[in-house]
């Protein structure tokens, strides 16, 4: 399990990639606030980490590794106005976190397939098993 630094680490990081081009929108903003909550972290600390980013703390596990790309992807595809930037930004994105790009590749490609673009969490751990193995 992670601990509260590493949990605020990837909040705030998420927040950044939501507000790469202007503010958060509501949707994004709603988003997030429920992944706050699901980690444990109050609205007062989440609405702190907008204005107050923290620097990036590294996951070791590979499979905390996965869930918050999973989040990202989910958190990109959330509205319909993503860009190729934004594709850019979140394979980057992966790879810092220590991911094969092979599977990040994968992803991205698949997830045009889904339903409203989401990768269902069993396909996306598939893809990462394979590489991983």
Known sequence: MINRVEKLSLLSEMISFAKSEDDLKPIEYNFLLAIARQLGISREDF????????????????????????????????TDEHTHKERVKLFNYGIRMGLSHE???????????????????????????????
């Open 47 to 78: 609405d702190y980490l907008i204005e107050n980013p923290i620097n990036y703390f590294h996951l070791k596990s590979h499979s905390e590794r996965i869930v918050q790309f999973h989040r990202l992807v989910l958190l990109m595809n959330i």
């Open 103 to 133: 599977s990040i590749n994968k992803v991205l490609y698949l997830m045009e397939s889904f339903p409203n673009k989401v990768v269902p969490p069993d396909v996306l751990i598939d893809i990462f098993k394979v590489q991983y193995n």
